[in-house]
């Protein structure tokens, strides 16, 4: 039986909690007159106290909501349930459109008869212009407490069906344990009350942040003498043993006439997630960026070593070692060119283009990478069937597939070694398979098999692993982002991924992929000869090694060659006799004039004079489509003597 001074004391408990919430309690009418809106209103909407006395479904909803208010409003005067929450949009003063997200319910007399509907409702506003623009941004608990309303006048059963429709967890702490929770809390953190209440606070938060938060409520409460904690980010821990990032807000209050905190926490877990992803993503363009970088300066002492040496292959007599031995020179050099465009796939920031792709090749040069890093205490074991077929696919995301599965495969044996297992073969799935792959269709297709010896994983584990930054790698080894890739990757080509493993005993991950119809034709080159010539080229490249090289190959081709290592002498040269050059072959990056801005000022000059461009990386050359108008053609270095002999005379020929 309740007396007097324990509905005072409970009004007064729930006004606190209402002082304390950014919320907005409103009422109307069965004809949807506003009866009362709390001052937060006026806060979001800007209307004035006249005005509002004024308000009605009519003049603050748009015409697509007005018939659904109506229809939710004639539901609850008869009773009957509505959906809630519901989101919509309301005019403020100026007749902007806010979005809101509200819930309602009916309140009726002692016989039964309807009075009015009483609601809260909560901006969301700028989480909607968030989900737009697929970024999500946290509302800041700090605004609930400047905004929080002073004064509020219902009844005990109107404070409680605010505190039991909130969004965010609202519990009550004393003595370090929770006495009161509202639904979200028990939702977030999966307790009943019962449970919640037997358990210390410390039990819900994260081992590595207890004790800092602990000590900073110590001195925000105890030491100073604060009433607001103030805004606080830290982990909490669900009755799963889930991690939720969480944001909380707390303010002293009595409970029960002893000392305890009111407490508004966010579940912010999204918010971070997206934080991290965006990280990841920044740390890829400044790897892309650095690769590139180093692809340009790699290629360019690339250009030097195999020209030369194709030179000298051509001079060398047959009847000594040294052709062998430059052909050795060749192929390592060939191997050195391979490895920097791998590179540079791998870290391309570019949307990757879907093509037929032979993935035996692209399997085998993703694993000529990772063997540099990868122990030789761990054994590569391969059995990669050369006639595997093709696959619809942009050959970056398979090479990605294989660097992710590799190298998870050789973590769990970094520390005692094993063998790492690399399969790929062709498959036929039919109907009697169904049950094995629920999510594939009868017909051809490539499976890819990686296996390791290592520690492998239990059945929780195995549940988690394609979730987005779930990791077992210790802090700074691993974004938990790798198999997450992977899995989107496979699900977006049309295949599935499976996953088995035992503790001790290793894991295997299987990799099914769509095999498209037709293979990848060879077609053996003739015999080349080299196109020759005798018109002049102007060369220019800031590298003396490379002006030196290009012009002996243009010179053994029959091309009379001049030659300068500034772009601006190069460009003083030209224009002081534009008719003596029938060509211009310059590097793209340079310091002065680029390649581009050189060739510009040349075509202003001679319009006519055909200029080809060599670049050993340059960002937005890369494609032939993206040509810059000046330039007649790309040479990407290093540079090879057919390669260069046939440009030169397709340019002419043009």
């Known amino acids: 039986m309740y007396t007097k001074k324990d509905i005072s004391e409970e009004l007064s408990i729930y006004r606190e909690m209402h002082e304390h919430l950014d919320d907005i309690v409103f009422s109307h009418d069965a004809l949807g007159r506003m009866t009362y809106v709390s001052p937060s209103w006026q806060k979001i909407f800007h209307f004035t106290d006249e005005e509002i006395r004024t308000l009605d479904f009519q003049n603050l909803l748009p015409d697509e909501y007005l018939a659904e208010a109506v229809e939710r409003t004639e539901r609850q005067f008869r009773g009957e349930p509505v959906k809630q929450p519901w989101e919509l949009q309301i005019y403020d003063h100026d007749r902007n459109r806010i979005w809101v ?59 409680r069906i605010l505190i039991e429709n909130a969004h965010d967890a609202i519990f009550i702490v004393r003595d370090g344990k929770v006495v009161f929770a509202n639904p979200s809390t028990l939702r977030m953190l999966g307790y009943d009350m019962e449970e919640l209440s037997r358990i210390p606070i410390a039990d819900i938060i994260h081992p590595e942040d207890r004790m800092e938060m602990l000590i900073y409520y110590d001195k925000k409460f105890k030491t100073s003498g604060n009433i607001n904690l103030g805004y606080y980010t ?47 993503s920044q740390k890829m363009e400044a790897i892309g960026t650095l690769a590139g970088g180093i692809a340009h300066d790699f290629n360019n002492i690339l250009s030097a070593i195999m020209g030369y040496t194709e ?75 050369n006639n595997a077929g093709e696959v619809y696919a942009d050959p970056t995301q398979i090479h990605q597939i294989v660097m992710n599965l590799c190298t998870n495969a050789a973590h769990a044996m970094q520390k005692s070694g094993g063998d790492l297992s690399i399969c790929l073969k062709k498959i036929q799935i039919t109907e009697t398979d169904k049950a094995t792959f629920a999510d594939l269709s009868p017909g051809p297709f490539v499976c890819l098999i990686v296996s390791d010896t290592g520690h492998g994983m239990d059945r929780d584990t195995i549940r988690k692993i394609f979730d987005p930054y779930f990791t077992t790698k210790n802090k700074g080894e691993g974004t938990g982002l790798g198999l997450s890739v992977v899995h989107g990757i496979v699900r977006n080509l049309g295949g599935e ?24 034709q060879t077609v053996k080159p003739e015999k080349e000869v080299l196109p020759v010539g005798t018109e002049t080229v102007l060369v220019i490249d800031d590298e003396e090694a490379i002006i030196e090289m290009i012009s002996e190959m243009l010179t053994s081709l ?35 004039l680029t390649g581009i801005a050189l060739a510009a000022k040349v075509k202003s000059i001679r319009p006519e004079v055909p200029v080809i461009l060599c670049t050993g990386f340059s960002a937005g050359l890369e494609d032939d489509g993206n040509r810059d108008p000046h330039v007649n053609a790309i040479i990407h270095k290093p540079i090879l003597l057919r390669e260069l002999a046939g440009t030169v005379r397709s340019v002419f020929a043009k």
């Open 497 to 520: 991924i499976k996953v088995y493993s035992e503790l001790g005993k290793g894991t295997v991950f299987q990799v099914y992929l769509p095999q498209i119809e037709g293979g990848a």
């Open 101 to 159: 997200q509200i819930r309602t319910r009916a309140v009726y007399d002692a016989d039964g008869n309807f009075i009015k509907v009483y609601g809260m409702a909560r901006n969301i506003h700028e989480k909607k212009k968030i989900e737009e623009r697929l970024l999500h941004y946290t509302q800041n608990l700090e605004k609930l407490v400047d905004e929080r309303t002073k004064t509020l006048r219902e009844s005990t059963e109107t404070y």
């Open 234 to 280: 830290f982990r909490g821990i669900s009755k799963e043993g889930e991690i939720l990032w969480l944001q909380i807000n707390a303010v002293r209050t009595i409970w029960e006439n002893r000392p305890a905190t009111f407490n508004f926490v966010r579940d912010i877990s999204q918010e971070k997630r997206l934080e991290q992803q965006l990280l990841q």
């Open 311 to 385: 030179m000298s292959l051509m001079e060398a007599p047959r009847e000594t070692q040294i052709p062998r031995r430059l052909e050795r020179v060749m192929t390592a050099s060939r191997r050195a060119k391979d490895l920097v465009a791998r590179i540079l796939d791998f870290s391309r920031q570019s949307e990757g283009i879907k093509q037929p792709t032979a993935i035996g090749i692209v399997v085998k040069e993703a694993l000529a990478l990772i063997r540099a890093s990868v122990p030789s205490t761990i054994q590569f074991v391969e059995a990669i069937e």
């Open 558 to 592: 029959g091309y009379q060659v001049e030659s300068r290592i500034s772009s601006f002498e190069a460009f003083e040269a030209f224009r002081a006799n534009p008719k003596r050059f029938d060509l211009i072959i310059t590097d793209q990056t340079m310091p002065q």
